[in-house]
Every structure is written in C-alpha cells, then in structure tokens.
Nanobody, 117 residues
C-alpha cells in the first residue's frame, strides 16, 4: 500500500507563488502527478512526471507551473508561479505503481489552494 501526504497549500494573492509537496510512503513508483478539482468541476490533470523525469503539463499552466520529483525521497513537487484566481482548487497528488501486469493508482487527501484577486 502507498500513502501520499500533500503539503504546501494555502492562501496567496494573484501573481504570487506556492510550492506543493507530496511525500509517498511506498517504493517502485512510476509516474506521479498533480490533479486539481474546483467545486462543481471534474478533476483535471495539472502536471505529470515519469520516474525518468519526463514532464507533461496542462495548457492552462504551461510556463507557470513546474513539476519535479526527488526519487530518493519519494517526493514530488509542484512549483506554482504567477497564480491566477482560476488556479484555486483542491490539489491532489497521485502515484502509480506496477505490480506485474497490474497498475495501481494511489491518491493523496488533497490540499487547498486559494488565490485572491
């Protein structure tokens, strides 16, 4: 079983920055990612990173957000710059692990990001 614990959310003014962290308890994790979900909206993928460091971003955050990971610490980060009110959401960390042919996806509990205009 993998447990994910997010931290770093909070209240920030528009144009400001926040850094989210997600520490995973398990090992042999493959891709890790950040999702977000605002009230009334579906959960959407914000950014992902493979175990080899290949990254992918939603168009809405390209150039502003940076995902990174420290495999030795089993931790993934999301640096969020130039925040906009529309970035306000609950942000969730996810991690994937393969056990043989079976892929498992794990989720954190979420951390709130609030952006004031």
């Amino acid at each position: 079983q993998v447990q994910l614990v997010e931290s770093g959310g909070g209240l920030v003014q528009a144009g400001g920055s926040l850094r989210l962290s997600c520490a995973a308890s398990g090992s042999s994790l493959s891709a890790m990612a950040w999702y977000r979900q605002a009230p009334g909206n579906q959960r959407e993928l914000v950014a992902s990173i493979t175990s080899g460091g290949v990254t992918s971003y939603a168009d809405s955050v390209k150039g502003r957000f940076t995902i990174s990971r420290d495999n030795a610490k089993n931790t993934v980060y999301l640096q969020m710059n130039s925040l906009k009110p529309e970035d306000a959401s609950v942000y969730y960390c996810s991690a994937m692990r393969w056990l043989g042919p079976q892929k498992y996806t794990y989720w954190g509990q979420g951390t709130q990001v609030t952006v004031s205009s």
